[in-house]
């Protein structure tokens, strides 16, 4: 499948945060021995759906990675809680499965 044949996809965002916000999370998540609470992962191919409780934005997002087309993690969508999660990656695996090739919109937390 082409690019431009489907729209790109892009799932919701919850809250925005700034770098200098995420580094400091970032940073401050290397002292914690724990910091994935919550996780789900799926591998597909070479696709890897992988949802957590994220350490820099401390909520839950769903990270899609395809080595044969962007070769990166692309961050699809945000929760506000673990059963949104757990639905919301369900979804996300689904969508590959049936549709591996669609073009997928990062929700830019960062603001990057």
Do not use: C
């Amino acid at each position: 499948m082409i690019f431009g044949i489907f729209p790109k996809i892009r799932g919701k965002m919850v809250k925005k945060i700034s770098v200098i916000e995420g580094v400091l999370s970032t940073l401050q998540a290397i002292e914690e021995p724990e910091f994935r609470e919550f996780s789900k992962n799926d591998v597909i191919g070479d696709i890897t759906i992988d949802t957590v409780k994220a350490f820099d934005i401390g909520m839950f997002e769903t990270g899609i990675k395809r080595m044969s087309i962007e070769g990166k993690w692309i961050i699809v969508e945000q929760y506000k809680d673990r059963k949104e999660a757990q639905k919301g990656h369900n979804k996300w695996v689904e969508l590959m499965r049936k549709n591996s090739k669609v073009e997928l919109k990062d929700i830019n937390l960062w603001n990057i």
